[in-house]
């Protein structure tokens, strides 16, 4: 049997062999506190070992609850003659009523624990507890004595009307046992300071470090200690703010960003435009109506694209991304009118660098009318509104048509120049023709006339001298002819006696023949023939067909051909 010592409260030890390990118990729970009634309820308690090498949990019954009334004593005589031995109880204890000691001694789960009953009267309740707090809180802060805080901003939100934001030490951010100040701003002040701090540019982020006043707030009901906030110091953002935008124009500036889109040539007739907007918003409509009033044959694709808020530079910078592919003579981003905050998403390293890097010209349309953002200098071109955009956009258009219909109409003037004194150099040269064609022809008929004198004159004589030619000639001819004649017929009978010697039917006469095969073709030499073959000779008086027994083929000829003797029967 272990001895048991006191502790604080309620105990006894977490297992056995360990005396000096004490595990505290939900009060009035402890099996060593409560008399010899049955277990009521069937209620639980949990302990934690304290000093332990692990956890360690214990589970006892409930046995008594004062909250539940007490069996009376036939029930406690009944309940101790049924109890398990492992339960009895023997120990020495005041009794109810404090009259009567006791001594008791309680074995559960085959361990003996002491009584460690103890009053304490000194105990606090909860109230009472969280009052001293509240007292110790109230006397270093005073309620209405305001203080600074500055820490980064964790967590904000304002969905409920009310702002709630969790402030943590800039330096501390990564420690995940940082301390966390709660900081909350009821409707009734975050509305006007809202406003100001919209009017200001100013959007609280997670991230960015705040400097804000405002006193402590301790909440009894959660035990929770918050910060009423009164103030923001807009002024130490602002700062910041400006701090951070100098820093990204110099990081553009040294990688060679920040004049990179300006230095793009626009086109100079640019009516493929795209345009990054929200579609529907007044600054979309002001611009496209500028295009769509123009006249001229603008083609607008459109990226949708959030202007504002904490997912605007992300969607921005996706939608010139998305345009760079899309093979836009220009793009154009615009935004109607708003406040700082409205526009925060302008002064954004993922807008500007998208803009920089984009492979066509940037023009940007938001209205503002204050100081320029980052993207006012990172574009090719800015204006104050979407409506001066798109009229800029329209006049560069205008500017080139206009260029084109002014040579046009230089072309034309030219041209009517060019026709009239065309017209005039071909009526001075059709005069022109017409005399020189007058004095041609009456120089040709002068020719014509004295030529025809002297046809008239030489004919005559020409006539009579080509009548004695013919007449000469003829007598020449009829003599000539018949020479001609005698010779040829002389040719004649030459060649008709050549004929005949070449006839066949003369060589067949003289004891020639032939030899055809039996398709009728003439044979010219041995080789075309084989034994077996029929072939028929032809002699001047008929024919005769015999059959081919033997082919024989004369001394010296090729190699590769058969050799045999032939006879023809």
Request: charged share 25%; glycine share 8%.
């Amino acid at each position: 049997m272990s001895l048991a010592r006191p502790c604080s409260g309620w105990g006894l030890p977490s297992r056995p062999g360990h005396p000096g390990r004490w595990c505290a118990l939900t009060a009035p729970f402890h099996p060593c506190l409560c008399g010899p009634e049955p277990a009521i309820g069937g209620l639980f308690s949990v302990a934690l070992s304290c000093g332990s090498p692990r956890l360690a949990v214990s589970q006892h019954l409930a046995l008594w609850s004062p909250d539940l009334p007490r069996p009376g004593p036939a029930r406690a005589v009944r309940a101790a003659a049924t109890r398990p031995a492992h339960r009895h109880v023997q120990s020495r204890i005041i009794g109810r009523d404090g009259t009567q000691p006791v001594d008791r001694v309680t074995h559960v789960a085959g361990i003996s624990q002491p009584s460690l009953i103890d009053d304490h009267s000194d105990a606090l309740s909860i109230s009472a507890l969280y009052d001293r707090v509240e007292l110790a809180i109230a006397r270093a802060f005073p309620r209405r004595r305001s203080m600074w805080v500055r820490g980064e901003i964790q967590s904000v939100s304002d969905r409920t009307g009310h702002c709630y934001m969790d402030l943590v030490d800039p330096e501390g951010t990564r420690d995940r046992q940082a301390p966390v100040l709660k900081v909350k701003c009821w409707r009734t002040s975050w509305e006007p300071m809202s406003a100001r701090l919209s009017r200001q540019g100013v959007v609280l982020e997670p991230g960015m470090v705040v400097v804000i006043r405002g006193t402590l707030d301790f909440y009894k009901p959660r035990a929770e200690l918050g910060f009423l906030l009164n103030e923001i110091d807009v002024a130490a953002i602002l700062g910041r703010l400006a701090q951070r935008r100098a820093a990204l124009l110099e990081l553009l500036r040294t990688e060679g960003l920040l004049e990179r889109n300006r230095r793009l040539a626009v086109p100079p007739v640019p009516l493929r435009v795209g345009l990054v907007a929200s579609p529907g918003t007044e600054g979309h409509s002001d611009f496209v109506g500028q295009l769509l009033g123009s006249g001229y044959a603008f083609d607008v694709v459109l990226a949708s694209a959030s202007v504002q808020g904490r997912q605007a530079p992300s969607s921005i910078s996706g939608a010139l991304v998305a345009l760079s592919r899309r093979s836009c003579d220009i793009a154009v981003v615009v935004r109607g009118g708003g406040s700082k905050a409205d526009l925060a998403a302008f002064d954004t390293e993922p807008v500007a660098r998208a803009m920089a890097m984009m492979p066509i010209p940037v023009w940007v349309g938001i209205g503002h009318t204050g100081d320029q953002s980052v993207a006012d200098v990172v574009a090719n071109r800015s204006f104050v509104t979407p409506t001066e955009c798109g009229q800029e956009l329209v006049g560069q258009v205008a500017s080139w048509w206009e260029s084109v219909t002014r040579r046009a109409r230089t072309i034309c003037r030219r041209a009517d120049e060019v026709l009239v004194d065309a017209t005039a150099r071909d009526d001075a040269t059709r005069h022109r023709l017409v005399r020189c064609a007058l004095q041609q022809l009456q120089r040709h008929g002068e020719r014509v006339t004295s030529c025809s004198d002297r046809l008239a004159r030489i004919g005559p004589r020409q006539v009579e001298a080509c009548a004695g030619q013919l007449s000469s000639r003829a007598v020449r001819i009829g003599s000539l002819a018949v020479v001609g004649i005698d010779r040829q017929a002389d040719k004649v009978g030459a060649w008709r006696r050549l004929l005949g010697a070449y006839d066949l039917e003369r060589q067949l006469e003289r004891g020639y023949t032939l030899t055809l095969d039996d398709r009728g073709r003439l044979v010219r030499s041995a080789r075309e023939l084989n034994p077996g073959d029929v072939v028929s000779t032809r002699f001047a008086d008929g024919s005769v067909r015999s059959s081919v027994e033997q082919v024989e083929i004369r001394a010296g000829a090729d190699a590769d051909d058969r050799g045999a003797n032939g006879e023809t029967s």
